[in-house]
């Protein structure tokens, strides 16, 4: 059965499809700015929108109050929201197709494990894994360990005859060994420090700063143009890693160079923020459906979609209770599994858009 | 432009597959079948041909430069390889995969020459109504006929077909090797196939190549190789050799 079909249609449907995939990206833009504009607008205070806006571009123009208020609060959380939103999304959508599994992401793979061992191991301890950081021990610890979990999982890859099951596997046991030890940790604890790591573990934006928002930007600006450049071999990947490879693609270094790459962009995030299950899963599944998996689209809407998803949390997170400022990795999986399982039931094959 | 293999040993590991393969001088525009019963070595052939194993012995020569060593993505820009069919599941369309296919070699931006030629390539393979339908909903011949795209896409001078008609029912068998004969036609280059059916061997292919246990038992033309005793000895089948009505040949076979 040959059905004759011009040949310029076809790729008139291409060229379409991908200027949809331009406006979805755009609209989802739209949304997180928006997202972002509200999110610093709220909180306990409640100060308008054109109050605030004036303070962003004169920081003085409303007395010294609002302007700490502003800068040195409100805003840092609410680009930490974004940045880590956006790291823990890339990280998660290219875990998924390095690794060929829908169910990869940082939190899964054992990554969020470690690092609450290594803060607690800090909080406990006092032991810093790097000496003299003073008073960012807690989060170089926590940086420290979700960059060891994933140079194990780097070393697994590189194990002959080990394939992408054996590597989810693999991180489910670290996952639960990091448990082990961090129930251990607490075991030792005193009250006081049990709290701050139960703390720690929920995830919270309020540990927000000018200076780790500096560096999770510099990250990024790394590792976007990293991985823009990767995105054919990558795409490649998807059609499976024998094609992959009769194409041309060094499947094994691929691999590799991409996981050095997430797992700076996961420790980074992870130690900022604590356990923040879910974005890393939630932002690469629901880009996944809007654009497909063309990596030039998947991963810049991945980013995107996982910061406006951690940027609505915080959102939520001040507004539930007026006055209290819940920890987002509480609201992430609260509020934001229903909505996903939802997503996922109301379109329940994933259909090329 | 000529393919010619010179004593080429292979294998995994400390495991020889192929020993001292050698086969000469293919012209450009040749159909060249690969036949010998399962585990002979032709996946290991084709693979090292196409670079992804590095032989331990021999050269491969295209159009007079030695080629052994060449590079992955160098070699990608020569060598276009079909592995066997694998089903995957990733969210792409067919057009989009088979433009990823030609995006490998030909740098980042996507201009209108690769949009040309993946609706040309499409359109040669009669694969134009497939074109927005999702990779991982194809069936599985229709799958096989997308990868036998992906190859020709990138118009290379070689072309590896492993066993590009094992999931393909009989018409799509016929179709796929007339549209691939085509294209020879139209860019010369060398096709080399992976083929368990004699008959369609016989039918499209101009030379013929025995493998068998990782040696050459025989090199020639389909109607010289498919009389000898030896493909009886290795298939292990007793054969008739026919010519029908219009002159094609045909292979009688059936157990001892």
């Known amino acids: 059965m040959t059905l004759e079909v011009d040949p310029t249609a076809i790729r008139h449907d291409y060229v379409a499809r991908v200027s949809r995939r331009y ?81 990869a992401e940082p939190f899964t793979l054992g990554v969020s494990a470690a690092a609450s061992f290594g803060a607690s191991l800090a909080i406990v301890l006092g032991f810093s894994v790097i000496p003299a950081v003073g008073p960012l021990l807690v989060t170089v610890n926590a940086f420290v360990f979700a960059l060891c979990t994933c140079g194990f999982i780097l070393l697994a890859t590189r194990l002959k005859g080990v394939g992408s099951e054996t590597m989810i596997l693999f991180g489910i046991a670290i996952f639960f060994t990091f448990s082990a030890l961090l129930a251990l940790m607490q075991y030792m604890a005193s009250e ?96 996944r459906m809007l654009v497909g998996e063309d990596q030039r689209y998947f991963v810049p809407l991945s980013a995107m979609v996982g910061a406006l998803v951690l940027s609505l949390t915080s959102l939520i997170s001040k507004t539930i209770t007026p006055g209290i400022i819940y920890p987002i990795g509480i609201i992430t999986s609260l509020i934001g599994v229903p909505i996903f399982i939802s997503i996922i039931l109301s379109s329940r094959r994933e259909r090329l858009q | 432009m000529t393919l010619t293999i010179a004593s080429l040993s292979a294998g995994y590991g400390r495991t020889t597959v192929l020993h001292d393969v050698t086969i000469t001088d293919i012209p450009s525009g040749a159909f060249v079948g690969l036949i010998g019963p399962n585990a002979a070595g032709k996946s290991t052939l084709f693979k090292t041909i196409a670079g992804l194993i590095t032989p331990t012995n021999g050269t491969l020569t295209i159009a007079g430069e030695d080629v052994t060593h060449l590079g992955r993505k160098d070699r990608a820009k020569r060598v276009a390889y079909m592995p066997q069919a694998y089903g995957c599941n990733a969210l792409l369309s067919v057009f989009e995969s088979v433009l990823l296919a030609l ?39 229709q799958a096989q006929m997308v990868a036998v795209a992906q190859t020709i ?14 999931a393909l029912d009989l018409h799509h068998q016929l179709s796929i090797l007339t549209s691939i004969r085509n294209e020879m036609d139209r860019k010369k280059p060398v096709v080399m196939a992976a083929l368990h059916d004699l008959n369609l061997a016989a039918k499209f292919c101009d030379r013929l190549v025995l493998l068998r246990d990782g040696a050459i038992l025989a090199d020639g033309k389909p109607e010289h190789i498919l009389a000898l005793p030896q493909i009886e000895e290795t298939y292990r089948v007793l054969t008739d050799l026919e010519r029908t009505q219009r002159n094609v040949l045909y292979v009688d076979a059936r157990l001892a």
């Open chain 2, 153 to 166: 896409v990138r118009a290379p001078d070689v072309i590896l077909l492993d066993e590009p008609t094992s």
């Open chain 2, 103 to 141: 995006k490998q070699t030909t740098g980042w931006r996507v201009n209108d020459d690769n949009l040309d030629r993946v609706s040309d390539t499409l359109h040669a393979l009669g694969l134009s109504h497939l074109a927005n339908r999702g990779v991982a909903d194809l069936s599985g011949g």
């Open chain 1, 192 to 287: 006081d420090q049990i709290a701050r790591i139960v703390f720690w573990m929920m995830g919270s934006l309020s540990r927000a700063s000018w200076e780790k928002i500096g560096l999770g930007t510099i990250l990024l600006c790394f590792a976007i143009p990293f991985s823009l450049y990767r995105t054919w071999p990558m795409t490649a990947l998807r059609m499976g890693e024998a094609t992959a490879q009769s194409m041309g693609v060094d499947v094994g270094r691929l691999r590799v160079e991409m996981l050095i790459c997430i797992s700076l962009l996961a420790a980074t995030a992870v130690s900022f923020v604590g356990t923040v299950g879910f974005v890393g899963l939630v932002g690469p599944h629901i880009a």
């Open chain 1, 23 to 103: 406006g979805v990206i755009a609209a989802v833009f739209g949304l997180l700015c928006l997202s972002f504009l509200l999110d610093i607008t709220t909180g306990p205070g409640g100060y308008s929108l054109s109050t605030v806006s004036e303070v962003l571009f004169d920081p003085m123009s409303h007395g010294a109050r609002l302007k700490v208020i502003v800068w040195d609060y409100r805003l840092p959380v609410a680009v930490t929201a974004v940045l880590v939103g956006a790291l823990l999304a890339v990280a998660g959508a290219q875990m998924q197709t390095i690794l060929n599994n829908p169910l």
